[in-house]
């Protein structure tokens, strides 16, 4: 079975910097997709950031230009450093892993808590 452990997250003035990280144990497809996304209090779960196995990034419109997303292959990491933080990025953050190319498995984390004091 695969799992995922989020660590990193914690408590951080506006301005200040997090760096969250996500370890993948299991059986891990070489083609996947790894992400982070955030679920704030009384609002949906959104997609913050994910990166394919090659390399390509996406990121969502509010967190362009401070957030980065990486990964290491061989560990099967993936991490996400959030600079200029807000308190808007205040959430509830949860790594995702699409395991596989055709017909991926979802995983998920616990989640991590992010918040960001005003």
């Known amino acids: 079975q695969v799992q995922l452990v989020e660590s990193g997250g914690g408590l951080v003035q506006a301005g200040g910097s997090l760096r969250l990280s996500c370890a993948a144990s299991g059986s891990i497809f070489s083609i996947n997709v790894m992400g982070w996304h955030r679920q704030a209090s009384g609002k949906q779960r959104e997609l913050v950031a994910r990166i394919t196995s090659g390399g390509s990034t996406n990121y969502a419109d509010s967190v362009k230009g401070r957030f980065t997303i990486s990964r290491d292959n061989g560990k099967n990491t993936v991490y996400l450093q959030m600079n200029s933080l807000l308190p808007e990025d205040t959430a509830v953050y949860y790594c995702?892993?699409?395991?596989?190319?055709?017909?991926?498995?979802?995983?998920w984390g616990q989640g991590t808590q992010v918040t960001v004091s005003s």
């Open positions: 995702h892993l699409a395991n596989g190319w055709r017909n991926p498995l979802d995983y």
